[in-house]
DNA sequence: GAGTTTGAAACT
DNA sequence: CAGTTTCAAACTC
């Protein structure tokens, strides 16, 4: 297919006018697919993240072909200054990661994640390998060359790619400035895509390179990106880097293609390319789901020499699609196909997002939506309007409202899984994690947006806003200003909020931390190389901390609390009015309210650990929409006196809060620092999830029995209020807690924040 | 759907 | 830091 292209009067055409040399893009490398990989942006994503991925993206888009590189890690003047220090830290992460060397890391795990993305896509030195040089890895061996001599190989090659990736970037940048009016920049960066995704083939003999896989995703991205303007950068971003189901499918696609060539020395390493080309995974759902429609009649795959032409062929029904992003009209057909796509990677647990790494925030709105996680999924990378994109990948269409939170939830649970896959005795986590991710889902649906109308919804009280989301329609707010074409208001509305209380974007509820550790070690593979850990441990620490609540939920009931305690009056902490309440919790000393009645636990009887079912029963009554009843059927595993989390949650759009309570500040990771998350000493740490703001819980100092880990950073001692702590916890003690939180992004669409 | 209640957030 | 005001969700009708 690719050579019909380049046959075709068009791409001549297009040679004639691209500065580029077509055969140089065979040799530049993956590097671009990686950027398109870069975690899914949100505004209210890690600005740190968010500023990579927006300058990456930018530089790419860039007009200006003078500083290529120099945007990749800015983020003009909106980067803080703790993001800047990121971006130091980023520049230097290639020698790092190369090195593995556990102290290098001593800007904090979130500086880290960045740069180890980043190095994903060039790094010489990078323990990464990127799924392009892993296939071609296999592709050689089943060729006959030597194991050997791939490997010995392997080194050069990416010491030439990261060189590569470079000129890359600079040349698609150029070409977008050049020739995005032209009209063609599409078809001239598809094919640079293309090629590019296909760099390694330069070692390759023609025979190998019929066998190469091409991302069509990629070339999907490119093509939508040139299609877009560039101030929608971010959004398309997001979009690319949306669903985590899709990554699964990747796998599921490749298969034929990797699996004649198994190469035991490369399991590692695939662990790692799984997850950092899981963004190309997620655009290959789109594009896949799309060849397949477009495809029709022609025929696909039937072997693995030809999925090659079969993916060029994708790309040219690219085009189409690609028309059907820009045009943001979901499409349902892709939708369909989609969910095709999903089931077939169903088994699969591949998908695994550093994409969702950043800004995966389940939020609050993720609650809301569709029904399961793979149409979620699917939608939610279909139907990808601008809006919705920019929402963090996470928002979808119109139609899908909300699920932008569900469909990080569903990332943050994928990457669970694919945590877990390593160790069998973790796919119980798995599992729970999935069937949570689909009863949020499920309960989604109630889910509704902001009715703002003098708050612009750049306050706190704007659920949205709180919980870190972009308003999208379905929110009722008036004079909205939580929206992508205001982003620089967002953050720095935000900054001043957090400014003023650093915690105010954290999550209200908070666990028991020692769950989180728990649970952190108990999934994380042990086997994963240090650089690994330290990614997974910052994606997953939020997915895992709401996992671990749940998990930890029917032990220690009242682990769980409200991060400063309510201030009820009259409600008896027995209505959503109350936020322990909201959030499935107890009160606590922390609280102060008047009468409490919590069903979850009352103030004065924090310390149990059992609820009463008359309390819950009464609560039932009190609450037609759900019954904890009702949701102690539907999880008949759940002990009766003590529903799940899940069953606590699943009671209205609220509920979600509960299992987000674990949300984190998308923005309130704004600064990281070493101290925060050090994990140098740890080559085979075990990440503990240690949650500093739960340590304050009043709860969790009473019952912090168990201690985090020896690297745990514990504020300064506690307070009974939350904004005292908070604001005496100093600058320091606020940025540790912020970092704490922060990764926990991903997993806020299944918490809720606010 | 309009109006009321409620308590968090924001302000002073 | 306490008191007051503002705000929007939750709730009621």
Redesign the pocket.
């Known amino acids: 297919m690719y050579v019909d292209m380049q046959d075709s009067p068009v791409f001549n055409y297009i040679n004639s006018l691209s500065p580029i040399d077509p055969v140089k893009f065979v040799q530049t490398d993956h590097s671009f697919n990686s950027l398109s990989f870069t975690s899914p942006s949100s505004v209210f994503a890690s600005p740190q993240i968010i500023s990579h991925r927006e300058s990456r993206l930018k530089s790419i888009l860039s007009p200006d072909p003078l500083k290529p590189e120099l945007p990749l890690f800015a983020n003009g003047n909106k980067t803080s200054k703790a993001d800047s220090e990121t971006v130091r830290v980023s520049d230097q992460c290639a020698e790092q990661l190369g090195g593995l060397t556990p102290r290098s890391s001593a800007r904090g795990v979130t500086a880290m994640l960045p740069n180890a993305i980043k190095c994903d896509f060039g790094s010489p030195a990078s323990n990464w390998v990127s799924s392009d040089l892993i296939e071609t890895s296999r592709v050689r061996e089943g060729a006959g060359v030597p194991p050997s001599f791939a490997q010995s190989s392997k080194v050069n090659l990416r010491e030439r790619q990261h060189f590569k990736n470079e000129v890359n970037l600079r040349e698609i940048s150029r070409i977008d400035q050049t020739e995005e009016a032209a009209g063609w920049d599409w078809v001239s960066l598809v094919s640079d895509v293309d090629l590019l995704d296909s760099s390694i083939i330069e070692n390759t003999s023609e025979e190998e390179q019929d066998q190469e896989t091409v991302d069509p995703g990629t070339i999907t991205f490119v093509s939508t990106v040139l299609q877009l303007p560039q101030d929608n950068a971010t959004d398309l971003e997001n979009m690319v880097s949306i669903s985590p189901s899709g990554s699964c499918k990747l796998s599921e696609i490749r298969e034929p293609v990797t699996q004649s060539g198994e190469i035991g020395d490369f399991q590692d390493k695939d662990q790692a390319h799984d997850i950092l080309s899981s963004s190309l995974q997620k655009k290959l759902v789109v594009t896949e789901s799309r060849a397949k429609v477009d495809e029709k009649g022609e025929k696909r795959g039937q072997s693995n020499s030809k999925q090659h032409k079969i993916r060029r062929r994708c790309l040219v029904f690219e085009t189409g699609s690609h028309k059907k992003y820009s045009s943001l009209i979901p499409s349902q057909s892709d939708c369909e196909v989609a969910h095709e796509e999903n089931r077939l990677v169903a088994s699969k647990s591949s998908g695994h997002s550093l994409s969702m790494l950043p800004g995966v925030g389940l939020h609050l709105n993720a609650l809301a939506a569709t029904s399961k996680n793979d149409r979620f999924v699917k939608c939610k990378t279909l139907a990808s309007g601008r809006q919705l994109i920019s929402m963090q990948s996470s928002m979808s269409s119109d139609s899908l409202t909300s699920s932008q939170n569900i469909l990080i939830g569903s990332s943050a649970l994928n990457s669970m899984e694919k945590v877990s896959d390593p160790c069998d005795n973790k796919v119980k986590v798995v599992e729970n994690a999935l069937q949570t991710s689909q009863e949020l889902v499920g309960e989604s649906q109630a889910c ?19 919980a870190g989301l972009y308003c999208v329609e379905p ?4 004079d909205c200003f939580n929206k992508p074409m205001h982003e620089d208001t967002v953050l720095e509305t935000r900054r ?2 957090e400014s ?2 650093p915690l ?1 974007f954290a999550p ?1 509820v908070i666990r028991n931390a020692d769950s989180a550790t728990d649970f952190g070690v108990r999934s994380y593979p042990s086997d994963y190389t240090f650089w690994q850990q330290v990614i997974l441990a910052s994606q997953l620490s939020q997915s895992i901390l709401c996992i671990a609540s749940l998990d930890e939920t029917n032990k220690t009931p009242a682990s769980a609390r ?1 991060k ?19 959030g499935g919790v107890g009160c606590s000393v922390s ?4 009468g409490c009645q919590n069903a979850f636990g009352r103030k004065d009887g924090f310390e149990e650990t059992e609820y009463k079912v008359e309390e819950l029963e009464a609560y039932e009554k ?4 759900d019954t904890i009843k009702k949701d102690e059927d539907e999880h008949s595993d759940v002990p009766l006196i003590r529903p799940s989390i899940i069953s606590r949650f699943s009671r ?3 509920l979600g ?1 509960s299992l987000l309570d674990v949300g984190p500040s998308p923005m309130s990771c704004t600064s990281l620092k070493p101290k925060t998350f050090d994990l140098s000493d740890q080559p085979n740490f075990q990440i503990r999830l240690q949650v500093i703001p739960e340590d304050e819980t009043p709860q969790n100092r009473k019952s912090n029995c168990s201690p985090t880990s020896p690297n745990s950073k514990r504020l300064s001692p506690p307070h009974h ?1 939350i ?2 702590s908070s ?2 916890s100093s600058t320091t003690g606020r940025k540790l807690i912020l970092r704490s939180i922060r990764p926990l992004s991903s997993v806020t669409p299944l918490q809720e924040q ?1």
């Open positions: 509704k947006r902001c009715n703002c109308k003098r708050s612009k919804c750049l306050k706190l009280y704007c659920e949205c806003f709180a929110c009722s707010c008036l001043l909020i003023r209380n105010a209200k409200h400063r305690g309510c201030n009820c009056r009259r409600s008896s902490c027995l209505k959503k009015y109350c936020e322990c309440f909201q609280c102060r309210c008047e009190n609450d037609s929409s209205g759009k609220r809060s209020d904004r005292s604001s005496s606010q």
